[in-house]
């Protein structure tokens, strides 16, 4: 069974800060790995998805990586700001979709 | 461009009493759709997902059912709740197209039960 596991629960960091956000898997055989936000009391809106031959995929300030051999990926947030401030969920998939817990994270003005 | 709507929104109804959610997906055809629950710190439990009309598969034995009467819309349904059913409730929806497929996700129901 595939086990995720993201570490921190929350992180609270000061504007301008760069951003770490960490998730692991279990079972290196997946599809893909994606990356969703999450604000309170909302749905999940998906950020980036890296297909399981892509090292990495970046989106403007945001950039994650896939070590997949490791069971890695890494969430990169330059230059935060508090509009960034939310759940970050990664999710891997193989027959179907496996969720982490969430890092929260809150930037302070 | 293609929607997910989820309703309500909001929900607080009594043990033992009727649940229906609703869910459909406009500007797409014969999506795969799926319900999921999420628990306070815990992630993303997959409860159901349909691949067509009327085809329904269940990941977790549990007090619930749901059901796929038109392409474009899913209900997730229990005929008596329990306390253990409270939660935040997301329907979501990828396309049958081979590749990597992006989930997209309602806006969720939160349901308590009291």
């Known amino acids: 069974k595939q086990e995720v596991t993201q570490i921190p629960a929350a992180l609270s960091v000061p504007e301008g800060e760069n951003l770490v956000l960490n998730c692991s898997f279990t079972d290196s055989a997946i599809y893909n790995l994606q990356w969703f936000r999450q604000d309170p009391g909302k749905g999940l809106t998906s950020l980036l998805l890296?297909?399981?031959?892509?090292r990495e995929q970046t989106s403007g300030r945001l950039n994650a990586s896939l070590d997949k051999s490791s069971g890695r990926s890494t969430l990169y947030i330059a230059a935060s700001q508090p509009g960034d401030s939310a759940t970050y969920l990664c999710?891997?998939?193989?027959?179907?979709?496996?969720f982490g817990a969430g890092t929260t994270v809150t930037v302070r003005a | 461009s293609q929607t997910i709507h989820q309703w309500p929104a909001t929900l607080v109804q009594p043990v033992g009493s009727p649940l229906s959610l609703e869910c459909t997906v406009e500007g797409t055809s014969n999506p795969n759709l799926y319900w999921y629950r999420q628990a306070a710190g815990r992630g993303l439990q997959l409860l159901f997902y349909s691949v067509g009309i009327g085809q329904i598969s269940s990941e977790v034995p549990q007090n619930l059912s749901a059901s796929r009467p038109q392409d474009r819309q899913f209900i997730l349904s229990s005929k008596k709740l329990l306390l253990s059913d409270s939660g935040f409730y997301l329907c979501a929806w990828d396309s049958h197209s081979s590749g990597a497929n992006v989930l997209t996700f309602g806006a969720g129901s939160r349901l308590t039960v009291l």
């Open positions: 890296i297909q399981s031959s892509q």
């Open positions: 999710a891997v998939e193989l027959y179907k979709l496996s």
